[in-house]
């Protein structure tokens, strides 16, 4: 005849599972934010380097760093243009 688990140890398991699953939907928002922060990051750092292959011919390239690009992957195009209209200014 098979041996039953004791029931403490089927309700542990059932509370470690439940604790398991609200720990994990409490980390899952701050762990979105963080991943689409990044993806806009990697975003506008893409955009700056395909704008840096053309900027060359009109005589203007954007600094590659974190800022710049988190700028451009936030804002997108009028954030561009805001760099490329501080390059003028600037310089």
């Not at 750092?45 to 600094?63: E, S």
Request: charge should be positive; avoid cysteine.
């Amino acid at each position: 005849m098979p041996v039953l688990p004791d029931w403490n140890v089927i309700a542990a398991v059932i509370f470690g599972l439940f604790v398991l699953y609200f720990i994990s939907r409490l980390f899952l928002k701050p762990l979105k934010v963080v991943f689409y922060g990044l993806l806009h990051l990697v975003a506008g750092g893409a955009v700056i380097f395909l704008y840096n292959l053309l900027g060359p011919l009109w005589g203007v390239t954007i600094g590659f760093n974190v800022i710049s690009a988190l700028i451009v992957g936030l804002m997108g195009l009028p954030g561009l243009g805001m760099l490329i209209a501080l390059q003028y200014v600037l310089s």
